[in-house]
């Protein structure tokens, strides 16, 4: 398929906003960072050196304006490539796919680079303004840096989580993302407790007076971190609180439509870790549900879904049962002639047609398609589920092929229709079963069909089988004779159509 026109201009504009994001992020971070230093740094103790110089505000804008340029430049050299394929809407190679999932991992270890060196800049900067300076600028970049890693994680995970998605559902991986659990505990240290813990490291100084000096105000900074754990903190858990909600609201109507029917349906894996492997579990099991209901088809249409559905309801096993049932047998004239002068191709045509309209017809009549047998067929009214009226089911059957088969113009055939007693039930091995009937009613059925191909109705039916049926079929047949069929010793009175064609 071909990438949508405009995909260069959606990678643009994600990648800028995915930059400028950082980089406000990092600028607003920073920032902040200074003024809390600035601050905590005031004192008009005689031996208090200010880190508040001409040197040292150069020397923090210099640094501040390159780490944001080289934040700029690796956002691009790690995201760029991977909002290649995922705005053309390719799917990932290996390589793509795991560079996609690495984007974090490697922004934070540039970011984590930039602000060690930045701090050890500015440490050995003012090596010589005092030990509580020094100690000030250490804590500065532990609290500050920790702070901005979790504002580079919650943005990563905000803007470019569409695109780790599509990596992911590509081909999960097999290592383990962090848990839920694991989540909302690291979400927690990073945007809540670590802004709370400096808070508390301001209170306790206060009384020790080990960095910040005696007549320092810390109401402002600790204003600063209360406002910054609460902004923090929110859109962590936000944030933590989506990647569980959406998966699983995924999840659930996934399987709203699997109970409904709906088999080929799928969910977007999102990580590795619970949630993920909930996805992946239920993909795996509406992947076998449907490939269930594809062999249930399947077997349905072998062996009839009714007789599908008793051997998945109940548990099958041979044997069975003598049930009444009414037996139509159908057999085609003039087929053995007809293959022998035609391709075997239109002779398969042929006889997918003849199935065709005899399958509807039994189907509309509850019957089974008990068995087909070159070119004929067997059907069962009343077995494997009773039916009301199996007699006059099968009788109305007959007269509906009989109008329906005169479509096939190459070949005749003949009806026969019989009633009475059968074993009906699983015959064979157990490793190997059919479902079948078993008595003279069939035979009888078979018979009548020889007959009735010399006969102007091409139907003949038993007696019983009018005894047995409502009176509204019966009076649509007529007794014509008795005669002895092949293979009995007794007499069968048979019937045809009132109407003939």
């Not at 200074?34 to 508040?52: C, E, K, N, T, Y």
């Not at 991992?105 to 500015?122: D, I, L, N, P």
């Not at 047995?468 to 009175?493: F, H, P, Y």
Request: proline share 5%; net charge neutral; aromatic share 6%.
């Amino acid at each position: 398929m071909p990438p949508p026109a405009d995909w260069k201009k959606r990678a643009f504009f994600m990648r800028a906003r995915y930059s400028a994001a950082l980089i406000t992020a990092y600028g607003i971070g920073a920032a902040e960072l200074v003024v809390i230093v600035v601050l905590l740094g005031r004192s008009d103790a005689p031996d208090a050196h200010s880190l508040v110089t001409v040197r040292n505000a150069l020397a923090m804008i210099l640094m501040l304006l390159a780490g944001l340029a080289i934040a700029a430049v690796f956002t691009t050299k790690f995201v760029m490539p991977s909002l290649r394929w995922f705005c053309r809407g390719e799917e990932p190679t290996p390589a793509q796919r795991h560079n996609a999932l690495e984007i974090t991992s490697r922004q934070t270890k540039v970011h984590v680079s930039m602000w060690v060196c930045a701090g050890t800049v500015f440490f050995f900067a003012n090596v010589h303004s005092g030990g509580r300076n020094l100690a000030l600028i250490v804590l500065a970049v532990i609290f500050g840096g920790a702070a901005m890693l979790c504002m580079g994680t919650l943005i990563t995970d905000a803007i470019l989580r569409p695109m780790i998605i599509a990596s992911m559902t590509a081909n999960p991986p097999s290592r383990r993302s962090p848990g839920v659990m694991e989540r909302l505990v690291v979400t927690w240290a990073l945007c809540t407790a670590i802004p709370v813990s400096a808070v508390i490291a301001i209170m306790v100084d206060r009384y020790l007076l080990w960095v910040i000096h005696s007549d320092t105000p810390i109401g402002g900074p600790i204003l600063i971190l209360g406002v910054t754990a609460i902004i923090a903190g929110v859109s962590g858990t936000v944030l933590v609180s989506r990647t569980v909600s959406v998966p699983v609201r995924e999840v659930g109507l996934a399987m709203a439509e699997v109970e409904r029917g709906h088999t080929d349906v799928s969910v977007s894996v999102h990580d590795s870790s619970e949630i993920g492997r909930l996805q992946m579990g239920f993909n795996r099991m509406a992947a076998e549900v449907a490939e269930r209901e594809r062999l249930r088809d399947l077997f349905g249409r072998h062996v009839g879904h009714d007789v599908a559905s008793r051997a998945i309801e109940q548990e099958e096993m041979l044997g069975g049962d003598v049930r009444t049932v009414a037996v139509l047998f159908i057999d085609l004239a003039g087929s053995t002639a007809f293959a022998a002068t035609r391709p075997p191709d239109e002779v398969a045509a042929l006889l997918n047609d003849f199935f065709r309209i005899v399958v509807t017809a039994v189907d509309e009549h509850h019957g089974l398609i008990n068995k087909f047998g070159g070119d004929a067929a067997l059907a069962i009214f009343g077995a494997p589920l009773a039916i009301d009226d199996p007699a006059g089911a099968a009788l109305a059957t007959a007269r509906e092929l009989r109008s329906a088969l005169r479509e096939l113009r190459s070949v005749d055939f003949g009806i026969g229709v019989s009633y009475g007693s059968v074993f009906a039930g699983n015959i064979g091995a157990e490793e190997r079963y059919e479902y079948t009937v078993i008595g003279d009613p069939v035979n009888e059925a078979a018979r009548l069909t020889e007959r009735a191909k010399d006969r102007p109705a091409r139907i003949l039916a038993a007696e019983q089988v009018l005894v047995n049926a409502s009176d509204s079929e019966a009076k649509q047949w007529r007794s014509r004779g008795r005669t002895v069929l092949r293979g009995r010793t007794r007499r069968t009175i048979y019937a045809e159509p009132i109407k003939t064609p």
